[in-house]
């Protein structure tokens, strides 16, 4: 049994900064990678940053140079940092991680349950 929990949405104004983390537990031999996504509504879902194990990144058009994605390999946890939030920010985000729970068995995604963060103008 894999989980992975988000935490760190909320409120905040136009301009402003908020911090998510993504912490994956259970059984877990090898975590690859790490990943945000959001969806607004009426939307689909989209990539927002990914962190390859070994802290290779990729990050959507619109975020790049405002959202940073780090990782903890030894915790098992993803970060995004979300500076100058805008409107078009608000959304569930939701982390995803790709793993293998044991030597023998594919990799395979797996996902949080979200975490709401809106920006009011």
């Known amino acids: 049994q894999v989980q992975l929990v988000e935490s760190g949405g909320g409120l905040v104004q136009a301009g402003g900064s908020l911090r998510l983390s993504c912490a994956a537990s259970?059984?877990?031999?090898?975590?690859?990678?790490m990943a945000w996504y959001r969806q607004a509504p009426g939307k689909q879902r989209e990539l927002v940053a990914a962190i390859t194990r070994g802290g290779s990144t990729n990050y959507a058009d619109s975020v790049k140079g405002r959202f940073t994605i780090s990782r903890d390999n030894a915790k098992n946890t993803v970060f995004l940092q979300m500076n100058s939030l805008k409107p078009e920010d608000t959304a569930v985000y939701y982390c995803t991680a790709n793993l293998r729970t044991n030597p023998t068995m594919a990799s395979v995604d797996y996902w949080g349950q979200g975490t709401q963060v809106t920006v009011s103008s």
């Open positions: 259970g059984s877990i031999f090898r975590l690859n990678t």
